[in-house]
T-cell receptor, first 114, second 111 residues
Framework: NAGVTQTPKFQVLKTGQSMTLQCAQD?????MYWYRQDPGMGLRLIYY???????DKGEVPNGYNVSRLNKREFSLRLESAAPSQTSVYFC?????????????FGDGTRLSIL | QKEVEQNSGPLSVPEGAIASLNCTYS??????FFWYRQYSGKSPELIMF????GDKEDGRFTAQLNKASQYVSLLIRDSQPSDSATYLC???????????FGSGTRLSIRP
């Protein structure tokens, strides 16, 4: 019963490097989300995908890109990593788009940019 | 003004007592309200959700919603040390396009 799976769990990058965070869900959910969580700031939405084939910007999209590869998978890419992107990244999914459905979270990716 | 506000804590409560966590929101048209629990180093997990004014009970947890006053609260009865965590309030605004999270209240249950 995997739920939402994120890879990798930990990553250290140098400034300017690129990388892709992977997320997959096995609950047949339509909507998927990427958040970042910084100390004292709660969860902030980076991008979301209401349904397969659509993506939209959230509160803090600058410096990131996303791809909804299929219904199961939603990836987040950092093209040129910056120290300000050091954070914990969570992927989440929900059954339906919009904010009325509870979201289910992956275990997170702890990313450090040196 | 933040869209969803919570006292950061820490809130210290003796074991067996009632813990009361509060959250206020700014969008009067908000429709859905969620409480998530997050243990240190772990991901958020859903505890409760409430859509209508009043109380909703689930085991030791009660969510209370007052739309007129724009606040939602979470009561934890018979608090246990395992309840020590950060509790995130989340609210869906009137646009209903996404959930906004508060920054969380850290709860500590002392034996």
């Amino acid at each position: 019963n995997a739920g939402v799976t994120q890879t990798p769990k930990f990553q250290v990058l140098k400034t300017g490097q690129s990388m892709t965070l992977q997320c997959a869900q096995d609950m047949n959910h339509n909507s998927m989300y990427w958040y970042r969580q910084d100390p004292g700031m709660g969860l902030r939405l980076i991008y979301y995908s209401a349904s397969e084939g659509t993506t939209d910007k959230g509160e803090v999209p600058n410096g990131y890109n996303v791809s909804r590869l299929n219904k199961r998978e939603f990836s987040l890419r950092l093209e040129s990593a910056a120290p300000s992107q050091t954070s914990v990244y969570f992927c989440a999914s929900s059954e339906a788009p919009g904010g009325h459905q509870p979201q289910h979270f992956g275990d997170g990716t702890r990313l450090s940019i040196l | 003004q933040k869209e969803v506000e919570q006292n950061s804590g820490p809130l210290s409560v003796p074991e067996g007592a009632i813990a009361s966590l509060n959250c206020t929101y700014s969008d009067r048209g908000s429709q859905s309200f969620f409480w998530y629990r997050q243990y240190s180093g772990k991901s958020p997990e859903l505890i409760m959700f409430i859509y209508s004014n009043g109380d909703k009970e689930d085991g030791r947890f009660t969510a209370q919603l007052n739309k007129a006053s724009q606040y939602v609260s979470l009561l934890i009865r018979d608090s246990q040390p395992s309840d020590s965590a950060t509790y995130l309030c989340a609210v869906t605004g009137s646009s209903a396009s996404k959930i906004i999270f508060g920054s969380g209240t850290r709860l500590s249950i002392r034996p």
